[in-house]
């Protein structure tokens, strides 16, 4: 069984007019995940004993292994042994996409389940931004380890992690952010260059964007018999911002709820996004750049928004969808993500805009609210603001495994 998971930048729709090149837009991410199906299925068949770590540090480009059938020697290359503290099972490694004079490789780390691997579900993880690293969803949020030390990179094991009953696939996307590189000429300069090829060649695009091109393309792509086949279990988005058009006009109204906006404030901002106002500006609620952060693929994706969009959900009748928000997410608020949603033309969409909202209840404690209509379930987590794995590990995993 395959998931796809996206953190914090979610799009669940695609371009009507590029649909094709919406659907060409997740295949390095689909030739990621199916070369390492080819590379990390038989986990377990490599030695977990010590070996020397390598002396010079080059990338890893284990496409030229897989490609040649070298199986096994890609699997003992890619297994993460000099990561002081790394104690567990793990691989990483880069997978190459797009042209071959782009020089364009997705960076990757993989965590085996630790009960029961063969059969827990492998669950594929992009964080957004675009321009965040996935490797902050695997140290700083879900992941088996935390980095305590930036300088050495020692790491820790971290109590509550999803990777006890999932599979966990992080990677870097897209090409240009955290690990993953291209060259300089294969970047899109132009919204043309960006639409035209979406994500394979200029690495142009909101990390949500594909994630439910993703499934609609294992979902119907994947039944011939020249390629290994994938299961799609389900698509689900944490703190997805997924219509700027529908979103933005709610974020000064929860900033004034909240206290932080003055009516005053509140207006100027209404009064910017009227006027066409884009410039990010440095405050309080825009993160600095840095190692996990790529500042300029943000402020240069961020600025070519999607305008006319196709819905994918009805696609995805036969998995789950799952969208769920911190109530304490200042960046993409319940307010922002409802007003998204009951926008949304789907076949569950009037029964969404008319249903109630339920407790839930975890060990005793009221973890948050949820409403569930069709395939599709809506979860708002109590105490828990933009990344809700951080925030409430133990009640985000038991999210997971409902």
């Known amino acids: 069984m395959t998931a796809v998971t996206l953190q914090g930048g979610g799009v669940v729709t695609c371009p009507v007019s590029r649909l094709k090149a919406g659907l060409t837009l997740v295949s390095p991410v689909l030739w990621v995940s199916i070369s390492l199906l080819l590379l990390l299925l038989p986990v377990g068949s490599c030695d977990a004993g010590d070996a020397p770590c390598p002396a010079e540090e080059t990338a890893l480009l ?161 039944d011939s018999d020249d390629k290994p086949r994938m299961r799609l279990k389900g698509i689900y988005i944490g703190s997805g911002y997924c219509d700027p058009l529908k979103m933005q006009p709610e974020m000064p109204e929860m900033l004034y709820s909240v206290g932080i906006y003055s009516d005053f404030d509140r207006r100027q901002h209404l009064k910017r996004i009227a006027d066409g106002w884009s410039k990010p500006n440095r405050n309080p609620f825009y993160p600095e750049d840095g190692l996990f952060w790529d500042i300029m693929i943000y402020y240069d994706t961020m600025g070519h928004p999607t305008e006319n969009t196709y819905n994918f959900y009805d696609y995805r009748l036969d998995g789950d969808v799952l969208h769920y928000t911190g109530n304490m997410d200042i960046i993409v608020n319940v307010r922002m993500t409802e007003a998204y949603l009951m926008a949304t033309p789907w076949s569950g969409q009037a029964d969404y805009n008319n249903s109630q909202r339920h407790p839930w209840w975890y060990n005793g404690r009221l973890a948050g609210f949820y409403t569930k209509v069709h395939n599709f379930t809506r979860v708002i987590i109590r105490n828990a603001g933009h990344d809700a794995p951080h925030d409430q590990p133990e009640w985000t995993l038991a999210m997971m495994q409902r």
């Open 62 to 222: 284990l496409s030229p292994l897989i490609a040649s059938g070298k199986i096994h020697l890609a699997q003992e290359k890619s297994r993460v042994r000099c990561l002081p503290g790394a104690d567990l099972e793990s691989y990483s490694g880069f997978i190459s996409v797009d042209k071959p004079e782009c020089g364009s490789n997705l960076f990757f780390w993989f965590f085996p389940a630790q009960e029961r691997p063969k059969d827990a579900p492998l669950l594929l993880w992009l964080n957004g931004g675009p321009g965040r690293s996935s490797m902050y969803g695997a140290m700083f949020e879900n992941g088996p380890y935390e980095l305590t030390n930036t300088v050495s990179l020692t790491v820790v094991r971290r109590n509550v992690t999803w990777v006890k009953y999932f599979s966990m696939l992080y990677v870097d996307n897209p090409v240009g952010a955290g690990y993953s590189h291209t060259l300089n000429n294969c970047y899109s300069t132009t919204l043309n260059e960006s639409t035209a090829n979406l994500y394979s060649e200029h690495c142009q695009s909101y990390a949500g964007k594909y994630v439910p091109t993703l499934g609609y393309y294992i979902h119907h792509r994947m």
